[in-house]
């Protein structure tokens, strides 16, 4: 089974640590199976990918723990469209973006041109592989440019939205014309500001991690208990930390579950917010 999951804080240990106390929840198995994470350090954006895992079974959030970053996205793959190749591997990246998605879209083979012809010249050249879930990566991009906010450095999360309900529905009219299902996988993006989820089908859920106490357990290894080390964390009050994974065959304790058919955008400070995916 595919794995998909990301996170968002404003202490670059504390996502890892989250990550860690659910990680019998978030393994991944098959055969063949191949993973990725793509994270940002030092205002660079990094990728580590496998394309092929000689396991049947990962520990994805155990890949996190050495990690010190404020956004991740990782992702467990069972190929279902391209070879198993590091290019073919999620998360994609272009410039500063990073995206990951399950699923796949139905009739791709068909599909494949009429994608790439809405792209424009100079993004068409980037698309290394030969997924679906790039070429839905790049429809995004796509989307994004013609708003005038590819290379926007301050850009506001309403016009990510905006460009991934593009994208959706573009997606479900070319499912439409060839008489396909629509496309019911969730996606994962980032541009370092915000990790933004679609989510189609089954079940996605998040952990919020913003209560001083639960920050003090995670970043300390003890509930409550913070004396001695306040000066090195800081105010406990003011740290937060959001975790998203799907498909999920239950939810860990804590959670809340995300409906589907929505989108959801989580920030370093602020309280996710979910929408509804249409209108």
Known sequence: MARLFGFIGNRPELGPRVLLAYAEYLKAQGDPLGWGLGFYQFGEVLLRRRPLEERKEIELAKMTESLRTEVLIGHARNPTVGNLRTENTHPFRYRQWLFAQTGTLHGFSGLRDRLSEMQPDFLRPNVRGDTDSEAIFYLFLSYLHDQGHLDDSSLAAEHVHTALRSTMARVDALCDDVAVPHHTGDILVTNGDYVIAVHRSGKMGYRLVNDARQVGYYLEGHEGDSRGSNAEIGNL????????????????????????????????????LIEPLFA
Not at 240 to 249: E, H, K, N, R, T
Not at 260 to 270: A, D, I, P, V
């Open 237 to 272: 009050e003011q740290i937060q930390c959001c975790v998203i994974a799907s498909p999920l065959d239950e939810l860990p304790p804590d959670w809340l579950q995300v409906p589907n058919q929505s989108l959801m955008s989580c920030s370093r400070k602020q309280a996710p």
